[in-house]
């Protein structure tokens, strides 16, 4: 199975504030990534797949870039409904994995 | 709007079998895949294995020999049933459609989920 690693596994950090999420695979997955977010309580919201393409009505603050095996998540004006756990998941093979999260916290 | 629900048991009894329904609605399950998915409190998220319309499965290998999904066409529903489970398999488990983009296939839309504890 690919392992995907992200970092950090927690930030905190202050509305406006531009945030970065790195995601890794174990090996190459191509552009076959989505992010998704995750509000306590909820499942998990669709942001963005092929790595860098926006789900439709997803903010534009948002935006992702990488390939192969290293990956970003940018939210590059945090707001205060961002504040929330992130997950990278590849879709390159099965079993479907996902990254551990991170949690975006409050400063 | 695509959207699905899953119910069953939120209680099961240790070394018996879980089972869960998922229904789907504003899509027909004749197309895409369809996935469970789990996170035990507090932690990440671990997909169990999908089935096509046409019965084909895939399961996680870490649950292969305990899990059977199937489906319902005539419902539009599709079931997940893990056997033998312990305190490990608590967690909320979610059902997701697997969308077909190109050449990407992706969780686009889930469940709410639903809380399963395993306890006597």
């Known amino acids: 199975a690919i392992r995907m690693t992200q970092s950090p596994s927690s930030l905190s950090a202050s509305t406006g504030d531009r945030v970065t999420i790195t995601c890794r695979a174990s090996?190459?997955?191509?552009?076959?990534l989505a992010w998704y977010q995750q509000k306590p309580g909820k499942a998990p919201k669709l942001l963005m797949y092929?790595?860098?393409t926006l789900q439709s009505g997803v903010p534009s603050r948002f935006s992702g870039s990488g390939s192969g095996t290293d990956f970003t998540l940018t939210i590059s004006c945090l707001q205060s409904e961002d504040f929330a756990t992130y997950y990278c998941q590849q879709y390159d093979s099965y079993p479907r994995t996902f990254g551990q999260g991170t949690k975006v916290e409050i400063k | 709007q695509v959207q699905l629900q899953e119910s069953g048991p939120g209680l099961v009894k240790p070394s018996e079998t879980l089972s869960l329904t998922c229904s789907v609605s504003g899509d027909s399950i004749s197309s895409n895949y369809w996935s469970w998915i789990r996170q035990p409190p507090g932690k990440g998220l671990e997909w169990i294995g999908y089935?096509?319309?046409?019965?084909?499965?895939y399961y996680n290998p870490s649950l292969q020999s305990r899990v059977t999904i199937s489906v319902d066409t005539s419902k539009n529903q599709f079931s997940l049933r893990l056997s033998s489970v312990t305190a490990a398999d608590s967690a909320v488990y979610y059902c997701a459609r697997e969308g077909i983009y190109y050449d990407s296939i992706f969780f686009d839309f889930w469940g709410q989920g639903t809380l399963v504890t395993v306890s006597s």
């Open positions: 092929a790595a860098s």
């Open positions: 090996q190459g997955i191509s552009s076959y």
């Open positions: 089935i096509y319309y046409s019965g084909s499965t």
